[in-house]
């Protein structure tokens, strides 16, 4: 079964929002086709995630267990996004923040964004992979700039124009993966073919297949996050409405990851090891948490907190995928766990700006007697996204940290000291905003439950529930049936 059927779905939804003239008439039409994408998605990912059907994959597209666990991923933040966007748009529309053209703008790009997501991971074709993944920018970057002020104009350029560029050397890197096959020996349309580039690595020569990582790793860095190619992520995360910056940073960076990893298995095939990528991942992946402890400190932005906060942990994914084996299944499960606390937080920052009108953490006071539901959860998001138990997030950094001590324990200490200063710069910047007084608190007109709350309960209900599954030995047998075959080569 292929992904046309979802194709099929996320244009109509997206016609849909342009075509349709009344505000409730796209926000049914967006829930609905979102809801049947979401549907379509999770009918072919499942089968093969659960283990109930064996993978496949023809010229075209390519459903293994670890594309399945990512178009599963997307589906669902997909979902939740466009539940929480149906209140928070319709929200700033009847404040006349946006217009109705803007609705429309923004449900139709929501679809297209997410139909880019899924072809990126279920791509079997490099260059269909790519220019999906370049999808992706073109589709968001007018929902950074969705409010035309100054800096979210700022934003949204410097998002296009440096992903862009990345994405760029990105495509270099896989005309270089393919060359090297072809001056190999591999004719045909093997040679821009994942599985054909998987069974074939051998035939690239090293000189070249280090080339076309690093051109790929650079250019797919980019869009990830990793620094220093970081600048764009806290302006466009900050900028954009939350329920994209719950997309952005809750599964776009890891769609980025999700293409380093493929071309990183083909170049440890060629190579015959995992030690030069290795070292490549582990360099940059302690810069990218280094610089954000930094960073976090002074912070006055809640939004732009929890961006850096996305650049750390996809610096902590990059430093465990450099500890082979176990930090690896470590890093899938990390991945598992961001999807879904990351998203969660900004869904909830967005309730917060609905509340106060403002993303300044030092004119958010009262929170708790305020917007109590909204407090709650967004305080035990904070406390999974640092990795406190029962929190998924704990299971992952623990494994990391197992595995880190015995190979690189310099390191190791350094991480674990930055992540405590991570820690603590957010919840610093969070107790004020829970529990220092607010200006005229018997005037406060309490917040009811609505249906982002639903969304931010169902997300921690997983993320509890998913960490005593990957603390079980059948937890970690699922994540390494899907990291065997696909990401690591050596045990």
């Known amino acids: 079964m292929t992904p046309i059927i979802t ?32 549907l379509s998605v999770f009918a072919i990912s499942f089968p093969v995630l659960l283990n109930v059907a064996g993978s496949w994959h023809d010229s075209i597209w390519l459903l293994d267990g670890f594309s399945a666990l990512m178009a599963t991923l997307v589906a669902f933040v997909y979902l939740m996004a466009t539940l929480v966007s149906v209140r928070y748009i319709g929200h700033e529309y009847k404040e006349k923040i946006i217009t109705l053209a803007d609705l429309k703008l923004y449900f139709s790009l929501l679809h297209l964004f997410a139909l880019c997501m899924v072809i990126t991971v279920l791509a079997n074709n490099s260059l269909l992979l790519w220019m999906a993944f370049e999808g992706t ?101 900050s900028n954009a409405p939350s ?110 700006l609905i509340n106060y009108k403002t993303t300044q953490t030092q004119q958010v006071k009262g929170l708790l007697k305020k917007a109590p539901y909204t407090a709650v959860l967004f305080m035990l998001g904070i406390l999974a996204i640092v990795a406190l138990p029962p929190s998924i997030l704990f299971v992952s950094e623990y494994t990391i940290f197992t595995a880190a001590f015995v190979l690189h324990p310099v390191l190791a200490l350094c991480v674990f000291l930055a992540l405590s200063v991570i820690a603590y710069a957010m919840l610093r910047s969070t107790v004020d905003m829970f529990f220092a007084p607010a200006e005229n608190e018997s005037e406060l007109k309490k917040e009811k439950w609505n249906v982002t709350h639903w969304v931010m309960t169902l997300q921690l209900v997983l993320i509890v529930g998913l960490t005593f599954f990957f603390s079980s030995s059948n937890g970690f047998a699922f994540i390494d049936s899907i990291a065997k075959n696909t990401i690591y080569i050596s045990r």
């Open 7 to 38: 194709i099929i779905f996320t244009l109509a939804g997206s016609a849909g929002a342009i075509f349709l003239k009344k505000e409730k008439h796209i926000l049914l039409s967006t829930w609905i086709f979102a809801l049947l994408g979401s």
């Open 137 to 237: 920018t073109l589709s968001s970057t007018f929902l950074v700039g969705l409010y035309r002020k100054k800096t979210s104009v700022e934003a949204a350029w410097k998002y296009i124009i440096i992903c862009s560029t990345g994405i760029s050397l990105g495509l270099l890197g896989i005309l270089l993966f393919s060359y090297g096959t072809s001056i190999g020996g591999l004719k045909g349309e093997g040679i821009f073919t994942l599985t054909s580039l998987f069974q074939n690595a051998h035939l690239i020569s090293p000189e070249i297949v280090k080339w076309a990582f690093v051109f790929l790793f650079i250019g797919f860095g980019a869009k990830l996050g990793l620094v220093p190619m970081h600048i764009w992520l806290p302006d466009a995360h």
């Open 243 to 352: 329920p994209i910056s719950g997309l952005f940073s809750g599964i776009l960076l890891n769609i980025a990851l999700y293409g380093i990893i493929r071309f990183r298995f083909i170049t440890d095939l060629a190579l015959g090891s995992s030690t030069w990528t290795g070292r490549l991942f582990l360099f940059f992946g302690f810069v990218s948490i280094l610089v954000p402890a930094l960073m976090m400190l002074v912070q006055t932005n809640y939004k732009r907190m929890l961006a850096y906060s996305s650049v750390e942990h996809m610096g902590l994914i990059n430093f465990a995928l450099a500890l082979s084996p176990f930090g690896i299944l470590a890093a899938v499960i990390h991945m598992i766990g961001h999807t879904l606390t990351k998203s969660m937080l900004f869904f909830g920052a967005g309730e917060i």
